[in-house]
């Protein structure tokens, strides 16, 4: 029960900090480049229709929560341009798995948070789910 509260406050958390966050880079993307801009509110709305479906679930299949993953990364992408790469790789077998809804959000903001990142050293988050490796799936 104590975990269970505290994954809904964590999810009431992320939708306020995360769109404070994409107003910023949309408010300085419109006056520098309208077509980045478009792009970007298009890749929001997207991720905002996610949150907004699906914020009362507890858990999410592996499918969806990778296409949302692949809208968050095209939104940090804009803001981070080169120094932020994205390895996603997830045999189709397991899109139906279900993990916990957005815990993949939660791993890949932890790796931009708390890393630093440049052009000459960009840092590169892999999501891989295979049954490739030792012991089957990883």
Not at 5 to 10: A, C, I, M, P, V
């Amino acid at each position: 029960m104590q975990l269970q509260q505290k994954f809904d406050t964590l999810k009431q958390k992320v939708t306020p900090h995360f769109l404070f966050n994409c107003f910023n880079i949309l408010s300085s993307l419109i006056g520098e480049d309208k077509q980045t801009a478009d792009k970007f509110l298009d890749e929001l709305t997207k991720v905002y229709r996610y949150l907004l479906r699906n914020i009362e679930n507890d858990l999410s299949t592996v499918e969806s929560e990778m296409k949302f993953i692949e809208s968050y990364s095209g939104l940090q992408k804009t803001r981070y341009r080169e120094s932020l790469l994205f390895d996603r790789q997830v045999d189709a077998q397991y899109y139906p798995c279900i993990l916990p809804f957005l815990s993949l959000l939660l791993l890949v903001e932890n790796a931009v948070k708390h890393n630093s990142m440049s052009l000459q050293q960009p840092i590169t988050i892999s999501i891989h789910l295979s049954d490739d490796g030792p012991g089957g799936g990883k």
